[in-house]
């Protein structure tokens, strides 16, 4: 069980209704980490908490933002995922394409490869990772990535576009997100913050860091199937992620997960996160939907008041009831989350050479980036997919 006193602490601090698992997580976090550490976040731990939803505002406000907090594994084949590459170049590169539009039609030059066809021995690989290094990663996050015809033939020699070809880079991997490649984007960040002994950008990528691991650590956000939209079951992402912990943590979870350890390979470390909440997709939608079978419909939704608004949502005794059925699996993953987004922190701290911590160090005052995310998100006009 949470002690008083932080019990009180996390009520003080509770934020806007819908980001307190993230909020609770980072939290949480914080106390996973040693001694000689800790001094590092404790000081600052209001904003390692409240940043900790920044990655969701920003959905509001970035339309490469959705893709970083999910991946639809079972867009791409089954458990165990093993075909699936575990680094983003290699995976780009077999998803890439190259195309022109030429009227109604679309030419091809490179094509993506089936997942059943994987592999970094097909014949053309080392061609599609050059260009994924040299070309289209530094154009990611261009509206419209291109390449010139005679950049392409550097790669592909064989390939024959019309003078008049305007050639468009793609991938068929980044719809289906990528939140295993984001994390190990984020731990290499931290690091190099830490080895710069940066201290606003340790506490921003930090809560950040945060936030994408707790996603990993959701099944719904492992799944094509990420808001029960294709079983009639709208709605269950938010009923799992938010309001199960909602209604329960604070009371009942038991949030004491011990200290941060080393991950030795975070790599292997992030997907086995994402890989064991896949595992639960099954669980999570049918246990569900059998309950919705069984449980009175007229005690199953409720109308509360959220922020002045009333809002209708899932009946507490229903939330429990459901909790219940899936043998306390939010409590579970939620716990596997704290110790993950310590876990994290603590190895890039290692790995900067475990750098002293700053004393009595203060934040930077707000940015112009928070009051545009703020914005953003009061706009209410989400880029990407929306999971409530």
């Avoid at 932080?6 to 997580?25: C, N, Q, R």
């Avoid at 170049?89 to 030059?109: H, S």
């Avoid at 938010?242 to 209604?247: A, F, T, Y």
């Avoid at 099954?282 to 809002?311: A, G, I, M, W």
Wanted: charged residues 25%; glycine residues 4%; contains cysteine.
């Amino acid at each position: 069980m949470i002690p008083l006193w932080l019990i009180i602490s996390l009520l003080v601090a509770k934020p806007d209704w819908g980001f307190f698992g993230h909020t609770l997580i980072n939290r949480l976090a914080v106390y996973t980490l040693p001694d000689d550490m800790i001094g590092w976040y404790k000081p600052n731990i209001d904003y390692i908490s409240e940043h900790a939803v920044d990655p969701d505002k920003r959905r509001y406000a970035n339309k490469f933002e959705a893709v970083r907090h999910y991946i639809d594994l079972d867009h791409w084949g089954e458990m165990p995922f093993d075909h699936m590459p575990r680094y983003w170049d290699k995976a780009l590169a077999l998803n890439v394409e190259v195309f022109a539009l030429r009227g109604v039609d679309t030419v091809f030059f490179v094509r993506a490869i089936p997942p059943t066809q994987w592999m970094d021995t097909i014949e053309d690989f080392k061609a599609r990772m050059d260009l994924v290094r040299e070309v289209y990663l530094k154009k990611y996050y261009s509206d419209v990535p291109a390449i010139t015809s005679d950049s392409l033939k550097l790669y592909f020699p064989n390939a024959s576009p019309q003078s008049t070809d305007v050639l468009l880079i793609k991938d068929q991997l980044t719809p289906h997100g990528i939140v295993p490649y984001q994390l190990q984007i984020m731990q290499k960040r931290l690091t190099s913050a830490f080895k710069e002994a940066d201290y606003d950008r340790i506490m921003r990528i930090s809560a950040e860091m945060g936030h994408y691991v707790a996603d990993a650590c959701v099944p719904l956000h492992t799944t094509e199937n990420y808001n029960g939209q294709l079983t009639n079951q709208v709605g269950i992402h938010a009923f799992w992620e938010s309001r199960i912990p909602e209604l329960f943590a604070i009371d009942e979870f038991d949030m004491v997960v011990g200290t941060a350890t080393y991950i030795d390979k975070p790599v292997d470390y992030f997907w086995d996160l994402v890989l064991s909440s896949h595992k639960e997709v099954e669980n999570v939608l049918r246990l569900e939907k059998e309950l919705s079978l069984t449980y009175p419909s007229d005690q199953q939704f409720c109308y509360e008041d959220r922020n002045h608004v009333n809002t209708r949502t899932q009946c507490s005794g229903y939330a429990r009831a459901y909790h219940v059925a899936m043998d306390k699996m939010v409590e579970d993953r939620f716990r596997v989350a704290i110790k993950a987004v310590g876990d994290a922190w603590y190895t890039a701290w290692v790995d900067a050479g475990q750098p002293d911590a700053p004393v009595n160090k203060a934040l930077s005052k707000r940015t112009k980036e928070d009051d545009d995310l703020d914005n953003a998100y009061n706009s209410k006009k989400g880029q990407g997919r929306e999971h409530e």
